[in-house]
């Protein structure tokens, strides 16, 4: 009987339970309504449209890119039209705050004047030498200051100091065995190494450079063989010798860029930093650059040629032409070379020079930054030679602060200090350049 009581009472129960639980899901869901419609007006008030002007590629075939496609290249392999198109996109109310005070700190930047500069230092020792063995130091220091006076302009200032003569002091090499004591000569001054203003035209098609300034940042210019503060250091490896440039001087220069291909620009120069100059007997350089993509590896091909005159004496012409190419071997490889040929007025005979040698990035895989290059040059003048070699390995301690091991071997030339032979001269070196 008791079984059966028990039984009776929870039949009777059951309906009651079963209600109260179908009342509860029914409010949870009615609650779970109300958010999800309090969420929804939430996220309409807090999404804002904005019309923006972007870029994009379109291919042959159709094929629209936000950006660049892989190689720059379209599927056909063709090269992409750029284009600039309106779309709505819609940002989060904080999103569009954000771009907005991103976009008047970048205004605000672009309206200060940016300072940066470097100093380098650089041990060399001259061995085998007929003048006797001797350890030579050098160093320099640039301060820059970068403004932006008007839009799509650029104007630059180079400060420079440099102090010690290097080893051609005693070697009296032709190439030239330190550049960077070379561009100011023997001076602790300090100097207006550069001053120029820079403008961009037609969407960079077309750059305009103006002032005091370097036309070798312009011309000549190798990816692998064009930067003595941390590539190779002699002269004949950071430009041709037959390029023949006056010294930083006032000038201007035009390029024009009608695509990622094919580049041509033309530059002018005083021969002797002299504005008296600067309206007859200049220096004058015009030059093809070429870019592309031999299997499926990226190169640069320059053909450059040039006019100008002696600075120790005006009246006499001299004339080059010359190529400057590299191109990626490996992943990691790039070789480059040079070649040119010129001559003076009054010579019986051409002067030529031509350069090779290759470059490896991130030899170790623990050391990705750095770097080590071989390169071999020989230029032969009308009355002087000379063949040398250099190799060097550059290592970053830190971001901002690197050393460099360097050896140079002057096979064969000319002193030019004792008037006799060098032979075999070794010049092993030690650089350090810190940047802020």
């Known amino acids: 009987m ?11 129960t059951m ?26 007006r939430l996220g309409k008030l807090d999404r804002v449209e904005v019309v923006k002007q972007v870029r994009e590629y379109v291919c042959p075939g159709g094929e629209i890119y936000d950006s660049l496609p892989p190689g720059g290249r379209c599927p056909d392999g063709s090269v992409p039209d750029e284009r600039a198109t309106f779309r709505k996109l819609s940002f989060s109310r904080r999103e569009s705050i954000s771009e907005k005070i991103e976009a008047a700190l970048e205004e605000a930047e672009g309206k200060r004047v940016a300072v940066g500069g470097s100093a380098r230092g650089i041990l060399q020792q001259v061995a085998h030498n007929p003048a006797g063995d001797q350890l030579f130091a050098t160093g320099s220091v640039d301060l820059f200051f970068l403004s932006r006076p008007m839009t799509l302009s650029t104007f630059f200032v180079d400060l420079e100091a440099v102090g010690g003569t290097g080893p051609d002091e005693v070697v009296g090499s032709l190439s030239r065995l330190n550049t960077d004591a070379e561009t100011l000569g023997v001076t602790d001054e300090v100097k207006v190494r550069e001053a120029w ?10 750059q305009i450079v103006g002032g005091k300034f370097d036309l070798t940042n312009y011309f000549d210019r190798n990816a692998m063989a064009n930067d003595e503060t941390a590539k190779f250091l002699n002269t004949a490896l950071v430009n041709n010798p037959l390029l023949k440039q006056p010294v930083n ?36 350089i015009a030059e093809f650059d070429f870019h592309a993509y031999p299997f499926s590896r990226e ?10 005159r002696v600075p120790e004496s005006l009246d006499k ?9 590299d191109q990626q071997i ?13 001559r003076t007025e009054d010579d019986d005979k ?8 290759f470059e490896v990035r991130s030899p170790f895989p623990t050391w990705t930054r750095d770097r080590f290059g071989i390169a071999f040059s020989r230029q032969v003048e009308v009355q002087r030679l000379e063949s040398m070699g250099e190799g060097y390995y550059h290592h970053y301690l830190t971001d901002r602060f690197a050393v460099a091991f360097d050896l140079q071997w002057l096979f064969s030339g000319t002193n030019s200090v004792t008037g006799q032979k060098n032979e075999h001269v070794v010049i092993p070196g030690f650089r350090t350049a810190i940047n802020f």
């Open 249 to 284: 001087g006032p000038g201007g220069a035009i390029r024009y860029e009608a695509g990622r291909d094919w580049a041509f620009g033309l530059g002018v120069q005083s021969p002797n930093n002299s504005g008296s100059t600067i309206a007859e007997k200049v220096y004058t």
């Open 330 to 342: 490996t992943a990691r490889t790039t070789a480059f070379a040079r070649v040119g040929v010129g």
């Open 350 to 357: 051409s002067a030529h020079a031509w350069s090779t040698g």
């Open 2 to 12: 008791r079984w059966g009581f028990w039984i009776i009472l929870w039949l009777l």
């Open 317 to 325: 012409k001299t004339w080059g032409v010359g190529i400057s190419l």
């Open 15 to 40: 309906p009651c339970v079963s209600i109260a639980q179908e009342k509860n899901e029914q409010e949870k869901r009615s609650l779970q309504e109300r958010v999800n419609a309090l969420e929804e």
């Open 197 to 206: 203003l820079h403008i961009r035209l037609f969407r960079d098609h077309l």
């Open 299 to 308: 190169g640069n091909y320059r053909l450059w040629g040039r006019l100008g």
